[in-house]
């Protein structure tokens, strides 16, 4: 079957970028902490805003951020604020960018205390959860497991880490898998979960 034949959430839609995102990395269990960060702060600065304006954007962020290296943006002072400020390549909101910051310090706490990914994944027990929605309807915007992460995010100083955001982190990086039983990814990354290993 061709790539184009193949069933997917509608949500990817056609645009190349985003049904690559959905067939390559949406829902793929991740565990090395970079890309985790990255995601994190992805989906802070994504929070308003439509998810394929971030795609566009993220080898620029990559490249303003330090390739998402939470050591380095914990260093970052108001010089690199005022760069960052006028980077036209990212999303330029000072909240989101000293989030960011304040984030990669938080991160780097968590890391020297239970280890950041192992504190991201025990929101799901350490196992992906798999769950059977047969339409996009039946997808909850925020769930019981997103509001205690954001709540916990926040107790350890994270920022823009709401439960909604919180909930599209967790099926992005695959601690749910919210592909929709029709779709050609549900089985791949349901199979991907069962290998995850912190």
Excluded at 80 to 102: F, N, S, T, Y
Aim: aromatic share 10%.
């Amino acid at each position: 079957m061709s790539a184009a034949a193949l069933k997917r959430c509608p949500w990817a839609g056609s645009d190349p970028l985003y049904v690559a995102y959905h067939d390559e990395e949406w829902g793929v269990p991740k565990s090395d902490q970079r890309a985790l960060f990255e995601k994190l702060v992805l989906e802070g600065f994504q929070a308003g805003l439509a998810w394929i304006t971030i795609l566009r954007k993220r080898e620029p962020f990559r490249a303003a951020f330090d390739n998402f290296d939470a050591s380095a943006i914990a260093r970052y002072g108001p010089q690199k604020i005022k760069r960052l400020l006028a980077d036209p390549g990212i999303v330029r909101h000072r909240g989101k960018i000293e989030a960011a910051i304040g984030n990669a310090r938080a991160a780097l706490e968590l890391e020297a205390g239970p280890g950041f990914s192992r504190f991201l994944w025990s929101f799901v027990d350490g196992t992906p959860k798999q769950n059977r929605y047969r339409s996009m309807a039946d997808i909850p915007s925020q769930t019981p497991e997103s509001h205690a992460f954001a709540t916990a995010l926040k107790e350890h100083g994270f920022r823009f880490c709401g439960p909604t955001t919180m909930h599209a982190f967790m099926q992005s990086v695959g601690m749910v898998n919210d592909h929709l039983l029709s779709c050609h990814r549900h089985k791949a990354c349901a199979k991907l979960g069962v290998a995850i290993s912190l």
